[in-house]
């Protein structure tokens, strides 16, 4: 009987090299394969054979493959997923706040203040000059210019917002996508290693989408003792057993919701891609958002200027007599334009350069209509503390731009940071669990020996077989 075990073990050291090799060969072919974790085959030695009597012991019976394992560290994925949310998110908010910098084009001739500047300037010359009808149409071009300058910038803060409110529902479309493929691996993963099969595959694949889920939310993992996975955002559940509890977002508002109806509430600090957009342009009622708090301001410069140019406007003369006349219209950014009087065929006229004298009859010493001393006054409001009582209209918009600047600029370290970090914690990953062509050739010559040398010792067994059955029993023929 001790012979014949050679045999089989013989037969199961090349069962067993076989399956090294194939696990190797798995391991080569996917090499380039996005979240792919190395795997291995555990070996075991089978049962032993006990011999009873004279030199009695036991008798290995060779070799098994226990397990196909995934070389995977849970620790570095939980590390991964924490940093990838705070990466998103700092992606999200430097690739806005560029976008809102581009739109406030700052330094440059075109940009707000440079506008703003040659406004006033323009009063200041028709002060010089109040008669001239040359000044007073390049004031009422500046005015135009202004507005629209003003309104230009609004339609396209309001286009930045339309434009993330879609990105919201992009996002949220992914997180249910995602949500419902892991809940389809989850059914699979049960099924397979029910059966005492090992699910690697399937798993690199859900690990996969949670790496991906992660960068646009910030969840909690937990597994059961089956292998599925439940997936808590916020402290609602987004995926449980089989059930996934998908978002519906408004586009028009950008308001997301969880299937009960509550609204979806961004932490004290906003992870992911998604809180990153939701933090642009609605957090809730007391914070109406980053992007939104840029437009109220801009709102704020317009209406303070309509506001303090008309005021005096409306006191001061033009050259026909007449007052009360607004320079502006509108009450904000979006809406605001020089007055439809104004831009009549003889609006130039209206112009209100001269302070409104009393009387013209009863007090001579009043100024003449062709006075500018009006216009002086209205040239001189960019030196004044107007906006919110506490700053001038050209500080109040260069500190708008400074902070936009200044907030571009964290988010740019972060982003910096976070990516170094994130890198790092990647890179230790694939050294645990990434393959390694040059450990894999190696493995390959080994697991050929060992397989041919199994190979060699059934040929060895078969020889001695063939000697004790046809060598043997020869004596006295």
């Known amino acids: 009987m001790g012979t014949f075990f050679g045999i089989e073990i013989g037969r199961r050291g090349i069962m067993v090299q076989q399956r090294a090799l194939e696990t190797t060969g798995h391991n080569i072919a996917n090499a380039g394969t996005k979240g792919y974790s190395r795997q291995e085959v555990v070996l075991a030695t089978t049962p032993p054979y006990s011999f009873p009597g004279m030199g009695a012991g036991q008798q290995g019976t060779g070799v098994k493959a226990q397990e196909v394992r995934r070389i995977r560290e849970e620790f570095l994925d939980f590390q991964y997923r924490n940093e990838v949310k705070t990466l998103g998110r700092w992606q999200v908010r430097q690739n806005i706040l560029e976008k809102l910098e581009a739109i406030f084009n700052e330094p440059s001739d075109e940009g707000m203040g ?231 065929s003889d609006g130039l006229n209206l112009i209100a350069a001269a302070v409104k004298p009393e009387d013209y009859d009863t007090n001579p010493s009043c100024p003449p209509l062709g006075d500018g001393s009006n216009a002086l006054l209205i040239a001189q409001l960019r030196h004044e503390t107007l906006v919110n009582g506490t700053t001038t209209f050209n500080d109040y918009y260069n500190g708008l731009v400074a902070e936009l600047g200044v907030q571009g600029q964290e988010a740019e370290r972060n982003v910096d940071n976070q990516t170094i970090l994130t890198s790092e914690i990647d890179n230790r990953r694939l050294a645990v669990s990434g393959v390694s062509l040059d450990e894999e050739a190696v493995n390959m010559i080994r697991f050929q020996q060992a397989y041919n040398a199994s190979a060699r010792l059934i040929t060895v067994v078969d020889e ?14």
């Open 114 to 344: 440079a506008v703003l500047g040659r406004f006033f300037d323009a009063w200041q010359n028709v002060a010089r000059y109040p008669e001239s009808e040359g000044a007073r149409s390049a004031l009422r071009q500046e005015g135009i210019t202004l507005a629209e300058a003003f309104r230009h910038m609004a339609d396209q803060i309001s286009d930045l917002k339309a434009d993330i409110n879609s990105s919201i529902g992009v996002k949220v479309n992914e997180i249910n996508s995602v949500a419902r493929q892991v809940r389809d691996l989850n059914a699979q993963i049960v099924k397979a290693e029910a059966g005492n099969m090992a699910a690697n595959d399937l798993r690199d694949r859900r690990d996969l989408l949670l790496d991906q889920l992660s960068e646009v939310v910030p969840i909690q993992v937990e597994e059961d003792r089956f292998g599925a996975v439940s997936i808590v955002v916020r402290d609602h559940t987004l995926l449980s057993g089989h059930k996934v509890n998908a978002l519906s977002v408004d586009v028009a508002s950008g308001k997301v919701t969880w299937p009960d109806g509550a609204e979806y509430r961004i932490g004290r600090r906003p992870y992911g891609t998604l809180e990153g957009l939701l933090e642009a342009v609605h957090v809730d009622e007391a914070n109406p958002g980053l992007i939104q708090s840029y437009e109220e301001r801009l709102d704020t410069l317009a209406a303070t200027i309509i506001e303090q140019v008309n005021n005096l406007h409306m006191k001061g003369v033009g050259l026909t007599g007449l007052t009360g006349i607004e320079f502006f219209s509108g009450d904000n950014a979006g809406n605001m334009s020089v007055s439809k009087n104004i831009l009549k």
């Open 464 to 477: 001695m077989l063939e000697v004790l059955i046809n060598r043997t029993g020869l004596v006295g023929r």
